[in-house]
């Protein structure tokens, strides 16, 4: 070794005292950054994915079909999709609902399984629920097969309004899921019996879901959307 060498030119190791002192140990302090960018990375990427499904309609979707708010989030020819952060929590809410119900009716079940989780957290993102919200949450567990969580949302519904039709239809609907006959006729019994005189107070939600209403009291739908 040299004098004042600081490694042994022969075998390569420090001199005696300089090692522990001259040997840089990267900062624990550092190693939480690292982490925290590696889990923003992830997160980034996640959230385009999810950009992605929700951006991009289906091929067969019918191009009129593309322009209107049935079809959140697609972008009609030659124009940009949709971005969903710059919706408000109800636009977001309501165009998830949108798109569960029509892959349901599509019988495109996947598709709507994977987007109901989606549409029930933009509706818990909007704050104290009413009603109309509680009603469309349980619409879309109805979707799924989650008899609990619509029974719920029902029950909750009725809880405040006894008579109010949407909650009698969705507790109806969630009594079938539970194969619970008796309890479905009773609900349906409660609802025609309501029917008129809900049906006279013109609520918002009734006028949304009128042919929901229409289909539980017999009646033709309507051929175009209020």
């Known amino acids: 070794m040299t004098a004042g060498g600081r490694f042994c030119h022969q075998c390569g190791a420090p001199a005696s005292g300089a090692a522990a002192s001259e040997v840089q140990v990267p900062s624990r302090s550092k190693i939480p950054q690292a982490w925290t960018m590696a889990a923003g990375v992830v997160i980034v990427l996640i959230a385009f994915v999810a950009g992605q499904q929700l951006a991009n309609a289906p091929p067969d979707v019918d191009p009129a079909a593309e322009a209107t708010p049935m079809a ?3 972008g009609t ?4 999709a949709t971005d969903i952060t ?3 929590p109800e636009e977001a809410a309501s165009r998830l609902f949108d798109r569960v119900m029509r892959y349901a009716n599509e019988g495109k079940a996947d598709s709507a399984n994977m987007f109901a989780p989606m549409a029930i957290l933009a509706y818990e993102r909007i704050g104290p629920l009413d009603a109309h919200a509680r009603y469309d949450i ?6 799924v097969g989650d008899a609990a969580a619509s029974g719920a949302q029902a029950d909750t519904i009725l809880k405040a309004q006894p008579n109010h039709l949407l909650g009698l239809i969705l507790a109806a609907k969630a009594a079938d899921l539970r194969k619970d006959a008796s309890g479905a006729a009773k609900f349906r019994a409660r609802f025609g019996t309501a029917a008129a005189a809900e049906r006279a107070k013109g609520l918002k939600e009734y006028v949304d879901h009128q042919d929901e209403i229409k289909t539980a009291l017999g009646k033709p739908r309507s051929t175009t959307k209020p």
């Open 77 to 80: 020819a030659g124009r940009a």
């Open 72 to 74: 959140p989030f697609a």
């Open 86 to 88: 710059n919706m408000s």
């Open 138 to 143: 349980g619409t879309v567990s109805v979707v």
